[in-house]
């Protein structure tokens, strides 16, 4: 027991500490994306508006990640339990229910739904692409539309999944596997990944992976430079290791609710949604925010230029 409370401590504590590194990182994204906006709107620096045209689409994507960090954190065994930041049993079932349905059926799917469309934004023509000014209430408004089915699936497997097995006579065990997002251990409550959204989430990351893989090849039959055929690799890959993640999450029914197997295979999975996040975000929103800061201090250093030569 002392063991299995010690791992989960240091696996509680490690979680917290990489959800604050891609807080940090979300912050400094943000703060970049809004004030190179005023930048440009200050300096009157059209031709710069292209560059930062998604800034309102990689805002929500950074409020989508905050959002998803924070479910991450409330899930932990480390938060919940006695003596704890969550104490009472009710309330440690509901965040769990709540984990299932914010994070599995919103925030994973938005987050990457938002990264597929700001990498896909770069194939459309410019009056229809990010230099249209309705193109951010379009894609965010497309993310809302493809997450609420998700949603509201993970809604049904959490409220009411137990009531069908319930009422079908199957034993808890099966309810279990398939429709649980929480567990007795130790007389506290373990958050866990019901099998039917493992199954969900896995499917589409499986659609996800074919619609990267095929907006990343036509864009590398476009690109000539290394550097951003190698940031379009990384995009890739940083899909594919999604498949993965729905994997050890279907894998973490076999082992008991809050034992090492189980914390190790959640951890990991946590690992590799993590990771993906990480680089997408660098890839589409920080990189491209510091390369039109370098376009736009370059813009700024020829108009001095052609100023002097004037006077």
């Not at 990182?25 to 045209?53: A, E, M, P, T």
């Not at 994507?61 to 009472?88: D, K, P, Q, S």
């Not at 984990?99 to 059926?105: E, V």
Request: hydrophobic letters at 55%; glycine letters at 8%; one cysteine or more.
């Amino acid at each position: 027991m002392l063991l299995i409370t010690f791992f989960t401590n240091i696996i509680g504590v490690v979680t917290i500490a990489l959800v604050s590194i891609v807080s940090i990182l979300g912050l400094i994204c943000l703060s970049r994306s809004v004030y190179f906006q005023l930048w440009i709107k200050k300096k009157g620096y059209q031709r710069l508006s292209y560059f930062n045209g998604p800034w309102l689409t990689r805002i929500t994507l950074i409020l989508v990640a905050f959002w998803w960090g924070i479910g991450e954190v409330l899930r932990l065994t480390f938060v919940n339990g006695e003596g704890r930041f969550i104490t009472n049993r009710t309330w440690q079932a509901n965040v769990c229910k709540f984990y299932i349905i914010s994070n599995l059926g919103f925030a994973e799917p938005g987050l990457f739904l938002l990264l597929a469309f700001l990498l896909s934004a770069a194939l459309q023509k410019q009056e229809l692409g990010t230099l249209n000014h309705k193109w951010n209430r379009k894609t965010i408004r497309a993310m809302l539309m493809i997450c609420f089915p998700s949603l509201l699936w993970e809604a049904c497997v959490v409220f009411v999944g137990p009531r069908v097995a319930l009422d079908d006579g199957q034993t808890s065990n099966l309810a279990k596997y398939w429709y649980s997002a929480s567990a007795d251990h130790e007389g506290n409550i373990a958050c866990t990944y019901p099998l039917l959204s493992s199954i969900f989430l896995g499917m589409f990351y499986i659609i996800l992976t074919v619609y990267v893989m095929f907006v990343g090849g036509q864009m590398l039959a476009l690109v000539i430079n290394k550097g951003l055929r190698r940031r379009i690799y990384m995009l890739i890959f940083a899909t594919v290791i999604l498949l993965p993640r729905a994997t050890l999450l279907g894998l973490s029914i076999v082992p008991w609710p809050g034992e090492i197997a189980h914390e190790s295979l959640v951890f990991i999975s946590f690992l590799v949604l993590m990771l993906a996040a990480m680089i997408g975000i660098v890839i589409l929103v920080y990189f491209p925010v510091a390369d039109t800061f370098a376009v736009g201090d370059r813009e700024h250093v020829e108009m001095q230029t052609r100023r002097t030569i004037t006077l």
